[in-house]
């Protein structure tokens, strides 16, 4: 295999209350990776700013009072926390608006990857790989739907490159959305350029839409609801992986 499917739940759809509990029974399933989703309000990016007032003001003009989504979850104590129960590779996925913030906090945490979103790093985003890198994390760039694949390019192909593309196949912001196909556009655009990169599918992957994923070239498999939501997740995490299998050509 050129390159290794790696499946990795998403434990926004997990029980919160029981995460380290539910991050050891996604392992001994068979999960290779665990999908963490931080979600951030603008608010308390603004509180961690030194230019309060600039930033709000700022902030106001400029996405009017919008967050990057409109939800919360969890940020990198959640991830101290559960680093301490587990050695599984946390891939972090940040939905935030200022992903510089977090790098420190991130790799101290003891987060594996840092994926960030190409949406909110145009201007800084060879600065923040190398910050990512140095952290100890492995760099990852995601965009949004209704972003060009174009954009994510130089990213790949800069002196410092990220190490995997996450293409979202729902806006992103909550689990258990309906997964958009014509998304596998990129994936297959991504694929036919670069044959060994990590490209990660998040949003609405199951059982009925991992093959167009696999056959697009995806290798890397975010699922939430479909996992925790099985009777047996155990068996869907093993079906996503012989997908991927399947369509993924050999060296
Ligand atoms: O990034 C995300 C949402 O923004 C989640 O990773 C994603 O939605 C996974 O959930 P599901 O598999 O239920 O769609
Ligand atoms: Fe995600």
Redesign the pocket.
């Known amino acids: 295999m050129v390159v290794s499917p790696k499946i990795a739940p ?1 434990m ?2 997990s029980d919160f209350a029981n995460l380290a509990a539910e991050a050891k029974r996604m392992v001994d399933l068979g999960a290779d990776w665990l ?1 963490m ?1 931080i ?1 951030v309000t603008l608010k308390s990016e603004i509180f961690n700013s030194y230019f309060t007032l600039y930033s709000r003001l700022y902030n106001s003009l400029c996405y009017s009072g919008r967050h990057f ?1 409109p939800n919360l979850t969890i940020g990198a104590p959640v991830i101290e926390s559960l680093r301490k129960h587990t050695s599984a590779y946390l891939d972090c ?1 940040l ?1 935030v608006t200022n992903p510089m913030d977090y790098v420190e906090q991130m790799g101290k945490a003891g987060a594996s990857g840092f994926t960030f979103h190409v949406e909110v790093a145009k201007e800084n985003w060879q600065e923040l790989v190398r910050k990512v890198k140095s952290a100890g994390m492995r760099p990852g760039v995601a965009l949004k739907p209704g972003t060009p694949v174009e954009e994510v390019y130089p990213l790949v192909e800069g002196a410092t490159p990220v190490e995997m593309v996450l293409v ?1 196949t ?8 309906k ?1 958009m196909p014509n998304m596998m556009d990129k994936v297959r655009a991504l694929r036919q350029k670069y044959p060994t990169l990590d490209i990660e599918v ?5 059982p009925s839409t991992i093959e167009a994923a696999a056959e697009a070239g995806a290798n890397c498999i ?6 925790f939501g099985a009777p047996e997740p155990g068996k869907v995490i093993s079906l996503l992986r012989t997908s991927v299998e399947k369509a993924q050509p050999t060296a």
């Open positions: 998403s926004l759809s999908h989703d979600m989504v996925h939905m979202m729902v806006e992103p912001g909550f689990g258990g959305q997964f998040d949003g609405g992957l199951g975010v699922a939430g609801s479909s996992v």
